[in-house]
């Protein structure tokens, strides 16, 4: 009996779709984005939902987060960044 299949993320376009995949399959979990109900279709420019199998929806949260820099990281990164263009 196949699994259920669970909403892990939706994201704004195809492209963000397609990176949000690739990290998950980098992690060995498999993947599928699917245009979000009650969208109206846009192509490329669609909203999707990426579903993952049930027993791999913890772990694919763990993944997506890590992938995410915290509000703390990005203030660091933008800071350095700016250190950097500075004469």
């Given amino acids: 009996m196949p699994d259920e299949l669970k909403i892990v993320t939706t994201v704004s376009n195809e492209a963000e779709a397609e990176m949000v995949c690739e990290s998950l399959s980098e992690a060995g979990i498999r993947s599928m984005p699917q245009m979000s109900s ?6 490329a420019a669609a ?5 993952v199998e ?5 772990r694919a949260l763990e993944v997506l ?3 995410v820099p ?13 250190e950097e263009s500075a004469p």
């Fill in 70 to 82: 915290s509000d703390e990281e990005l203030a660091r990164l933008s800071h350095e960044a700016g």
């Fill in 54 to 58: 049930e027993q791999h929806y913890d």
């Fill in 47 to 51: 909203p999707l939902d990426v579903y």
């Fill in 38 to 43: 009650g969208n109206i279709r846009l192509g």
């Fill in 65 to 67: 987060n890590a992938a």
